[in-house]
């Protein structure tokens, strides 16, 4: 280390911005230098009056890096991209052949898998995901392709019924990821090495040679590099010459957006090929197990312990408008291990699922189960509920309640219709409209002299449930890739400058 001692004679200071490789000019940093020109008289007063002198001195020789031996230079190798790690996944990339990475690193290449990859995941969104068979038979028949020729063939030969497990939708992902690391080994790390180097000019003449450069004369370099290291710069000094720059960071910041798109497709090519997915409707007061119902979505795809949890729906209820349409679905589930011990208690609703060892459960749907009624204080008696179609996609369900002899082959009886829970409407054996009552009413109706009481309305829940080992690795690439697109709009700018006595 050595110490900058103020010249004796009339001096001449030579400065230079130049971007690494190459950037553009700021105008900014232009407009300091400038005032440096204007302000360089007065810069030297103070340096040589009052007590500026030696707080300045003081403030530069604890910030300014002087360095008497010569920064190591650069190498070939390091320019073109060479890197020195013989271990892990550089090291895998290094022995392929310089073709295949300059191959893999062409950005029209890269440009297109990023188009192929868009197109199949409009397409997967298009086409219905996961359906048997006999569905593409008949929503995409021979007879009538779709365009002219796109048939149930293409969808089930290039795997297009699940295409985000697809092998062509794979092997893109696959595709893209190398073509990112390639980037990344033979252009990014070339460009943060050569950046992190000290790189001083030592001539005039040099410096004049560059796009951007000025004199500044009667300036000192003292007092220019105080000014630069106000500006941010880091500042360093050798002799006469000066070197300084800001925003290095911003040279990573490429580096971390290819690392949080190989996070991002990481991710989902876990979650297309490692998840379990099932749904399940099941009555009040029933149970099922968990492995019963998950299906594997992939190859990757392996059980867990939780598969062995036995969820019990205690009570499934409605919330409705003023208007009594349907407003809201509440399930009250238990949890329970295999030793029959509660382990969680929760209820869930549409947009607050529950989650448990790696499992979700969502409310996603609901129907009619049973119809609890007594007939002439006899009961009581639970009615299935089936579904009955109707135009729209409003929901019926019916039921149907036996009078007189069962075995006749002309059997009559009353007929209930409800659209929800909270009302039934009842027709005699005639199908005429008799009434209608709400379930827990208490409120008998009587049909043909038959006594009718609607005791409950038993609905049952409608559970979608999967395990997605994907979704925490997405997350983070998302925010990776939020967090480095920032940095990346930090400009790397480089200051040199030569003091000559002149």
Known sequence: MGTLKPPTLPTRTHILKAPLLHSTFNPQLHTLFNRCITLSSTISCKLRTSQDVKKKKDNVSKKIVFSDSSPPSLKNDEVSGEVESKSGVIGLVKRLPRRVLAALSNLPLAIGEMAAIAALMALGTAIEQGEAPDFYFQKYPEDNPVFGFFTWRWILTLGFDHMFSSPIFLGLLVMMGLSLMACTYTT???????????SFLHSAEAIRKQEFSDTLPRASIQDLGVILMGAGYEVFLKGPSLYAFKGLVGRFAPIGVHLAMLLIMAGGTLSATGSFRGSVTVPQG??????????????????????STEVHVNKFYMDYYDSGEVKQFHSDLSLFDIGGKEVMRKTISVNDPLRYGGITIYQTDWSFSALQVL???????????????????????????????VNSPNVKGISML?????????????????????????????????????????GSTGLDLKTDPGVPIVYAGFGALMLTTCISFLSHTQVKLQFLEL
Do not use: H
């Open 375 to 405: 007939k002439n204080d006899e009961g009581p008696f639970n009615l299935a509920m089936a579904p009955l179609k109707v135009n729209g996609d409003k929901k019926l369900f019916g039921t149907f309640l036996p009078l007189g002899d």
């Open 418 to 458: 409800a659209r929800d829970l909270q009302s039934i409407v009842i027709y005699d054996q005639e199908g005429k409209f008799t009434g209608v009552r709400r379930p827990n009413s208490k409120l008998p109706i009587d049909i043909d002299g038959t006594k009718i009481v609607i005791v409950d309305a038993i």
């Open 188 to 198: 990014q790390i070339p460009l943060v090495k050569v950046a992190r180097r000290w």
């Open 286 to 307: 029933l149970n099922f197990v968990v492995g019963d119902v998950l299906g594997p979505n992939g190859f990757l795809s392996t059980s867990t312990d939780a598969f």
